[in-house]
């Protein structure tokens, strides 16, 4: 979370944090996004290089080599998503919203 809020953009699986964090192509990259198939358990290492691979090669390469300005432009959403969903204010607000307010309701 800490990279994100100074532009980095992530690469991962959908797992833990990420599920609420980056949107692919947008602020980073998610591999599930990649590939879509269902793979057993046992064959996910396989599967996460595949869809690794796939995703630097056409994505994440091509990308920062030639258009600089769309990878400027994710660096950006990058910090504004980390500032909408992992900050102490963000937190406070939800935290009212749902202890605080349903009280009036």
Not at 33 to 60: M, T, W
Not at 80 to 86: I, L, T
């Amino acid at each position: 979370m800490k990279a994100a809020m100074n532009g980095v953009l992530n690469v991962s699986v959908v797992d833990g944090w990420v599920a609420e964090g980056p949107e692919h192509g947008i602020s980073g990259w998610l591999l599930d996004e990649v590939l879509k198939n269902e793979l057993p358990h046992e064959d996910q290492d396989a599967y996460d290089l595949r869809a690794l691979f796939q995703v630097l090669n056409s994505e994440i390469i091509p990308i920062y080599y030639q258009d600089r300005s769309r990878w400027e432009e994710m660096m950006r959403a990058s910090i504004e998503m980390a500032q909408d969903k992992f900050t102490t204010r963000r937190m406070f607000q939800q935290y009212w919203q749902q202890m605080y307010e349903s009280l009036r309701e």
